[in-house]
């Protein structure tokens, strides 16, 4: 399972981000929820929290997920797979 998102930076960078199982598993063990209940039970800290730990998984970022939060200036889930 994978989740695609596209996040526009308030430097008008977007980048399209690709959340893996590794970051889907982070998620519930920090949110203490399946990530099967985001489609029902959606909050945007659910998805800032996703790109920003694929993003620091990878090595895209160093900053904290409250630091990159305040690089967002939108986001969403993408229909493109940019694998």
């Known amino acids: 399972m994978r989740i695609n998102l596209r996040v526009e ?3 008008s960078e977007v980048k399209e981000i690709v959340c893996s199982e590794r970051d889907l598993v982070a998620f519930e063990d920090k949110f203490n929820r399946s990530v099967a209940k985001l489609e029902s039970e959606f909050k945007l800290t659910d998805l800032l929290f ?4 694929s993003e620091h998984r990878r090595k895209e970022t160093k900053k904290d ?5 305040d690089d967002v200036e939108q986001i969403g889930v993408s229909e ?3 694998k």
């Open 80 to 82: 493109n797979d940019p």
């Open 9 to 11: 930076f308030t430097n």
């Open 65 to 69: 997920c409250d630091a990159l939060l």
């Open 50 to 53: 996703l790109a920003w730990h």
